[in-house]
Structures are given as C-alpha cells and as structure tokens.
C-alpha cells in the first residue's frame, strides 16, 4: 500500500512529521519520498504488503495527534 499524506501550513518542521511517523511504522513501512510548495508539503509512505492497512493508517493518524497536526493532513491511499 502507498500513502501520501499532503500538509497545509505545517507549523512544525517537516522532520519531526517524519521521525514519528518512522517510529510509528518501524519495520511496517518507510517513507519513500517527500516534497515542499507554496504552503504545502507531502511524505510518501509505502506500507509493507501483509500489514493490516487500517491500523498502519491508525498508527500514522496517533502519530500527527501527538504532535498536534491531525487537523492539517490529507491522506490519500492507494494499493
């Protein structure tokens, strides 16, 4: 499964997105490629086949509440 999530006024640095993310996934996923533009910004995830799509997807969502983001990310999955 590929994930974008796309940002709109990030008010944290893009990194920290980042790390949690990567520490929310461990071995279930990576990030794959990352893009900034005019007040937006994206992270491409490819989550590993056999990974229940639905709590990697959870596990990303806990991660932007901690960090206080939620509100500002999109998702868009694809298989």
Do not use: Q, W, Y
């Amino acid at each position: 499964m590929f994930v974008e999530v796309v940002f709109t006024g990030l008010p944290i640095d893009r990194d920290e997105v980042e790390e949690a993310f990567e520490a929310a996934l461990g071995p279930d996923g990576e990030i794959t490629g990352a893009g900034t533009g005019v007040g937006r910004c994206h992270l491409d995830l490819k989550i590993v086949a056999g990974t229940e799509s639905g709590r990697a997807l959870d596990r990303l969502r806990a991660a932007l509440a901690e960090l206080g983001v939620a509100a500002l990310a999109t998702f868009n999955v694809s298989d």
